[in-house]
């Protein structure tokens, strides 16, 4: 059983920067595939980044990329989603999850079995 707990979000002005962090319960955090998420209202949720354990590698949302950056600290049983550049757009509901990744289903929530609770991001234009 993992559980993730948010922390970060807040108000910024378009062009500003956030930080998000995610700490998981556990000892085998280092064993999942994390990713981020987001919903804003009336939206469905999308996906925005994933870093997956076995490779490495790091995957972005279209919208995201060049402007967010995924980071993970095994030590800390946390992983980060630091955002710059931030525009309106990007305002929603922040949700880290925690899962297994299988092939390239990275960017669909089947993968991840455990949800943080949310976090707010507005961006103020």
């Known amino acids: 059983q993992v559980q993730l707990v948010q922390t970060g979000g807040g108000l910024v002005q378009a062009g500003g920067s956030l930080r998000l962090s995610c700490a998981a319960s556990?000892?085998?955090?280092?064993?999942?595939?994390m990713g981020w998420f987001r919903q804003a209202p009336g939206k469905e949720r999308e996906f925005v980044s994933a870093?997956?354990?076995?490779?490495?590698?790091?995957y972005y949302a279209d919208s995201v990329k060049g402007r967010f950056t995924i980071s993970r600290d095994n030590a800390k049983n946390t992983v980060y989603l630091q955002m710059n550049s931030l525009k309106p757009e990007d305002t929603a509901v922040y949700y880290c999850?925690?899962?297994?990744?299988?092939?390239?289903?990275?960017?669909?929530?089947?993968?991840?079995?455990?949800w943080g609770q949310g976090t707010q991001v507005t961006v103020s234009s």
């Open positions: 999850a925690a899962g297994a990744v299988t092939g390239s289903n990275y960017y669909t929530a089947t993968p991840y079995g455990y």
């Open positions: 556990g000892p085998t955090f280092s064993s999942y595939d």
């Open positions: 870093i997956v354990i076995t490779t490495w590698v790091r």
